[in-house]
């Protein structure tokens, strides 16, 4: 044994390590990020008992998997990656490789985003990439491995899309759903346990393969970046649920999409290393309610690799000076992960942040729970206009890729609607809602033939009518909610809708995508109309209010706040419904007795410039009008 001496010199010095330690790493944390932390404060055991309560209130929401699904999920993984090897292989024997050396060049399945992050939910995709060595092509893999996938009888609604920004296969493998990417490296090999971190292997790559590879670099980069990975992936996983909840979760229709969210946690983490989910929820809130965009979203400062890809930097590039909400990978090359966002989406989401800290602010003094915090506001209460985009297709499978294609084509006309100088708010629903396909005459169902009904088991047949034209089966919808300015003009938008459905046509056919029984037509519909299109359950539902957290009837506040100089947003005025829905009637808070008309046409075909003849009229005469029924021709009046 030792002696007591050298036993209490000892563990003096183990003490003085672990105090060295710990303020060296206090010092890392302060530096972490780009700039210093906000409050090295600890936990309280207020802040304890807040995040056991905030863990109570997600598992209502099937934001945690069981031990049986998590384990089914590496089962579906490891399916897949044998598969991948196979496919490999095969490829390499087909061209002409040795035996000995085909089953030696391996070939990997990476997976990424909120699977990788360790955030996924219930029944949640799995985001993964399929590595490959330089032998095999982005060809070889969306022929020979995608007719491979096809021959597996656990692999349904599959399909490519590869002429996709990032080129991607979709499928659902065993009942999971599975969106895979192809990246081709310049080795020879892949070996097993392989770090894709490092930059070198960017180099003579494409384009394509060093997209598909960011998804996994730069998600072990923000793993590696936050101080406390549990606190980090607690927060996340309330977030994300609270942007779904609120509508504002998806990166194709403008608003923030998994990544985005994930690096805004992570900054949040890095503010307050030592905060407990609780509290970094509603820190969270009062950073990004307050943040003065565009200011970008660094979560450290940009590497300095110079392999000639370009790079999200507004210094050089004229086009990064627009972006509205540029929140910038930590991975080389560094994109802006947000460049879909549009002025309204960006209105939208800093009201839901503005709403989200008030209501964060009740939950930490006791006032109300976390659950208060995931109710969905609802949608269409909040606007009395809207334009609806039916989708209709002859069978399922051919509805998966016309919906995809059109849903990815949205915000630009979003972005069309918002140039128009009379329109300041285009709110896109990020909702896909499904009914039976309409007619476009008078908006009630399609009749089928005889002795057909829509059911799973027939809606990937193809039903003809009596002249052997192709009958749509089933039908898709998006809403957007839209606010118009209080201006004495005619507002027309056949142009705006008409270059809409002609550009995703134009793409359906350039891609040999588009089917017999295919449509797309937009509408307006006034809010009263729309039990027409849904269930009045979705459309009567009353939103709850509260003090100091409540949510205006007529959609979020219409200015854009820290407007970019180099890329202005129409500032306008909130708009507040008037006591009558039997026309469409809004009044102005400002000017309640102001009666000037905006009529806008909306049409699939030739304008139809109606006279403003009511516009003198007292304002019981205006309501007098008659109601339209939806149609592609119609009239939207706001008083």
């Known amino acids: 044994m030792w002696p007591a001496s050298q036993y209490s010199h000892s563990n003096q010095h183990a003490q003085n390590a672990a105090k060295a330690n710990e303020h060296q790493n206090q010092q890392n944390l302060k530096t972490l990020g780009m700039t210093s932390a906000i409050s090295m404060a600890g936990p309280k055991?207020?802040?304890?008992?807040?995040?056991?309560?905030?863990?109570?209130?997600?598992?209502?929401?099937?934001?945690?998997?069981?031990?049986?699904?998590?384990?089914?999920?590496?089962?579906?993984?490891?399916?897949?990656?044998?598969?991948?090897?196979?496919?490999?292989?095969?490829?390499?024997?087909?061209?002409?490789?040795?035996?000995?050396?085909?089953?030696?060049?391996?070939?990997?399945?990476?997976?990424?985003?909120?699977?990788?992050?360790?955030?996924?939910?219930?029944?949640?995709?799995?985001?993964?990439?399929?590595?490959?060595?330089?032998?095999?092509?982005?060809?070889?893999?969306?022929?020979?491995?995608?007719?491979?996938?096809?021959?597996?009888?656990?692999?349904?609604?599959?399909?490519?899309?590869?002429?996709?920004?990032?080129?991607?296969?979709?499928?659902?493998?065993?009942?999971?759903?599975?969106?895979?990417?192809?990246?081709?490296?310049?080795?020879?090999?892949?070996?097993d346990s392989f770090d894709l971190r490092d930059d070198i292997l960017l180099k003579n790559l494409d384009q394509k393969c060093v997209r598909s590879l960011n998804g996994c670099r730069v998600t072990d980069e923000i793993l590696r970046l936050v101080p406390n990975i549990n606190n980090f992936r607690l927060t996340l996983r309330a977030i994300k649920l609270w942007a779904k909840r609120h509508g504002i979760y998806s990166n194709t229709l403008g608003y923030l999409g998994g990544v985005s969210w994930a690096m805004l946690?992570?900054?949040?983490?890095?503010?307050?290393?030592?905060?407990?989910?609780?509290?970094?929820?509603?820190?969270?809130?009062?950073?990004?309610?307050?943040?003065?965009?565009?200011?970008?979203?660094?979560?450290?400062?940009?590497?300095?690799?110079?392999?000639?890809?370009?790079?999200?930097?507004?210094?050089?590039?004229?086009?990064?000076?627009?972006?509205?909400?540029?929140?910038?990978?930590?991975?080389?090359?560094?994109?802006?992960?947000?460049?879909?966002?549009?002025?309204?989406?960006?209105?939208?989401?800093?009201?839901?942040?503005?709403?989200?800290?008030?209501?964060?602010?009740?939950?930490?003094?006791?006032?109300?729970?976390?659950?208060?915090?995931?109710?969905?506001?609802?949608?269409?209460?909040r606007y009395k206009h809207f334009i609806v985009l039916l989708a209709s297709s002859a069978c399922a499978q051919d509805q998966l890729q016309w919906c995809g294609l059109i849903e990815s084509k949205i915000r630009h006309l979003i972005t069309t609607l918002e140039r128009n100088p009379h329109i300041t708010i285009a709110h896109v629903n990020p909702e896909c809602y499904n009914s039976v396909p309409l007619n476009t005459n008078n908006g009630q169902p399609l009749a089928l033939p005889p002795g057909i009904a829509v059911s799973s088991e027939n809606v990937n047949e193809i039903n003809k009518n009596e002249e052997g034209e192709v009958i749509a089966n089933v039908c898709s919808m998006w809403f957007i909610g839209l606010v118009f300015d209080k201006t004495n003009v005619n507002v027309d938008l056949t142009y705006d809708i008409s270059s809409f459905t002609k550009a995703v046509h134009y793409q359906a056919e350039n891609t040999n995508m588009l089917r017999e029984g295919m449509t797309i037509e937009a509408r307006h519909v006034r809010r009263k109309q729309l039990h027409q299109f849904l269930s009045p359950s979705l459309v009567i539902k009353k939103e709850r209010t509260q003090s100091g957290a409540k949510r205006k009837h007529d959609g979020p506040p219409t200015s854009a706040p820290n407007t970019h100089t180099t890329a202005p947003v129409k500032k306008t005025k909130r708009l507040s419904e008037s006591s009558t829905d039997e026309v469409s009637i809004l009044s102005y808070n400002e000017d309640s007795n102001s009666s000037n008309m905006v009529e806008v046409n909306i049409q699939n075909g030739n304008a139809n410039h109606s006279q403003d003849t009511d516009r003198n009229k007292p304002a019981d005469k205006q309501m007098a009008k008659p109601e339209h029924t939806p149609s592609t021709s119609s009239t939207i009046a706001c008083t």
């Open 45 to 191: 055991p207020i802040d304890i008992e807040k995040t056991n309560e905030l863990k109570d209130a997600l598992v209502p929401f099937g934001v945690f998997e069981s031990e049986q699904e998590m384990h089914h999920r590496m089962e579906v993984l490891g399916s897949l990656h044998r598969l991948v090897r196979q496919w490999i292989r095969d490829e390499s024997l087909r061209k002409n490789m040795p035996p000995s050396v085909a089953d030696t060049v391996g070939g990997n399945i990476y997976t990424f985003g909120s699977y990788r992050l360790g955030v996924h939910h219930r029944g949640a995709d799995i985001d993964a990439l399929c590595v490959a060595p330089r032998h095999i092509d982005r060809s070889d893999y969306f022929a020979s491995f995608y007719e491979l996938l096809k021959t597996q009888p656990q692999v349904k609604d599959l399909r490519a899309v590869e002429d996709a920004f990032v080129p991607v296969i979709k499928m659902n493998f065993d009942g999971i759903e599975i969106d895979l990417l192809f990246a081709r490296l310049a080795l020879k090999e892949i070996p």
């Open 265 to 381: 946690v992570a900054r949040t983490c890095q503010l307050y290393p030592n905060a407990l989910p609780a509290t970094l929820l509603h820190k969270f809130f009062l950073v990004f309610s307050q943040w003065k965009w565009p200011q970008p979203v660094l979560l450290k400062q940009p590497d300095s690799v110079n392999l000639g890809f370009p790079v999200w930097d507004p210094r050089v590039n004229v086009s990064d000076r627009f972006h509205l909400m540029p929140i910038i990978t930590p991975a080389y090359p560094q994109q802006n992960s947000t460049f879909n966002v549009s002025a309204s989406t960006r209105t939208v989401i800093m009201e839901e942040f503005r709403l989200g800290l008030d209501i964060t602010d009740e939950i930490m003094l006791g006032k109300c729970g976390w659950e208060r915090l995931f109710e969905a506001p609802h949608f269409f209460s």
